[in-house]
């Protein structure tokens, strides 16, 4: 069982910067692809980023050149840095585990969730 902990959530203004960490239990967190999706109020969730077992990026267009996924498998954590941030990309966000070498653009084919942390960009 992999237990994801998002954080780093917050308000920020239109154009602003934010880092989103998740941590995970898991040992063995180095073999996992993992993925960041969001899901704004009324919309459904979404695919932001990715990254594989080998450290292969993997972006939705929305957030290409804006966003990078990183890991640090020493400590077990995948990072979501955010920068140029629009009010549109104001949605809760949330870290994802794959039991798999290669990441998904589809939610589905991630195993394990987060709770998710909430960003709002204000205009």
């Known amino acids: 069982q992999v237990q994801l902990v998002e954080s780093g959530g917050g308000l920020v203004q239109a154009g602003d910067s934010l880092r989103l960490s998740c941590a995970a239990s898991?040992?063995?967190?180095?073999?996992?692809?993992m993925g960041w999706f969001r899901q704004a109020p009324g919309k459904e969730r979404e695919f932001v980023a990715a990254?594989?077992?080998?450290?292969?990026?993997y972006y939705a267009d929305s957030v290409k050149g804006g966003f990078t996924i990183s890991r640090d498998k020493a400590l077990n954590t995948v990072i979501l840095q955010m920068s140029s941030l629009k009010p549109e990309d104001s949605a809760v966000y949330y870290c994802?585990?794959?039991?798999?070498?290669?990441?998904?653009?589809?939610?589905?084919?991630?195993?394990?969730w987060g709770q998710g942390t909430h960003v709002t960009v204000s205009s």
């Open positions: 990254i594989s077992w080998s450290d292969r990026t």
């Open positions: 994802a585990a794959r039991g798999a070498v290669v990441a998904s653009y589809s939610a589905h084919d991630y195993d394990y």
């Open positions: 898991e040992r063995t967190f180095s073999n996992y692809a």
